[in-house]
Nanobody, 119 residues
């Protein structure tokens, strides 16, 4: 089992930056792809970004050029640097992980951290 704990959310003005962190614990020796999702009020949870064990990253179009995902495998931690934040980025951000590198799906989820961007 892998447990995920997010941190770094908060309240910012449009144009400002935030850095989210997600630390994995438990059985992390075979940790696979890690990612970030978000859920705005009244909307479904959607994909934001992901990064494989080897560092290959993927982004949803709306955050390309503004968000950067990275990971520190030694610390079993994934980060999401969010720059030039917009009001539409307001959401609860969830960290997700594939507990093994053989998995193609996410089987571990964090509790979420709130990001609020005001105009």
């Amino acid at each position: 089992q892998v447990q995920l704990v997010e941190s770094g959310g908060g309240f910012v003005q449009a144009g400002e930056s935030l850095r989210l962190s997600c630390a994995a614990s438990g059985w992390t020796a075979s940790l696979g792809t890690m990612g970030w999702f978000r859920q705005a009020p009244g909307k479904e949870r959607t994909f934001v970004a992901s990064i494989t064990w080897y560092g290959i990253s993927t982004y949803t179009d709306s955050v390309k050029g503004r968000f950067t995902i990275s990971r520190d495998n030694a610390k079993s931690t994934v980060y999401l640097q969010m720059n030039s934040l917009k009001t539409e980025d307001t959401a609860v951000y969830y960290c997700a992980a594939a507990s093994t590198r053989r998995r193609s799906d996410y089987d571990s989820w964090g509790q979420g951290t709130q990001v609020t961007v005001s105009s």
